[in-house]
């Protein structure tokens, strides 16, 4: 599995005047040939959902002797906003990786939002800050991309017999 916090790339150098979602496709693609082995097949987590516009005050979204006081809920992150956010890269990606028979691309986006993407759920403050899930939103996305991932592991197992 591969997987980064893609966003926070930075570049300097030559790689710095070009667009960011270029080089970390390219970079995917390094890593995946330099790592290839028959039978090695990859999975590799495209861009985050990140909901940019909430604050979050850690130390009130945990459950606590204060939860009569909880911070007030951020609004879901609108489908087409995540997808805007995040496309370059995950299509970037795809780009880089075609033809590839070795490499599934989940995108998160895809995974864990319905029409919205919510942060918000039941009561639970499913991001801890905009690039981590808590506990809870972790359990929603693992449960989302169970599918994906237990297919993933049958057909690597599948590929090796």
Not at 48 to 57: H, I, M, N, S, T
Not at 124 to 138: E, I, M
């Amino acid at each position: 599995m591969i997987g980064q916090a893609w966003q926070l790339s930075a570049f300097a150098g030559k790689d710095a005047a070009r667009p960011r979602a270029e080089v970390l496709a390219g970079g995917v693609l390094a890593t995946i040939r330099f790592l290839a082995r028959p039978g090695r097949h990859f999975l590799v987590i495209g861009a985050q959902v990140r909901p940019l516009g909430c604050k979050f005050d850690k130390m009130r979204i945990l459950p606590g002797p204060l939860w009569h006081a909880p911070p007030p809920p951020c609004d879901p992150v609108p489908r087409r906003d995540a997808l805007a956010d995040e496309s370059d890269l995950d299509d970037a990606i795809a780009v880089a990786l075609r033809g590839q028979p070795n490499v599934t691309l989940m995108r998160p986006v895809d995974v864990y939002c319905d029409e919205d993407c919510p942060v918000v759920e039941n009561g639970l403050w499913l991001f801890q800050d905009a690039g981590h899930f808590t506990v809870a939103g972790a359990k929603r996305m693992g449960e989302r991309a169970k599918a994906i991932i237990d297919r993933f592991l049958s057909d690597t197992a599948q590929a090796a017999r």
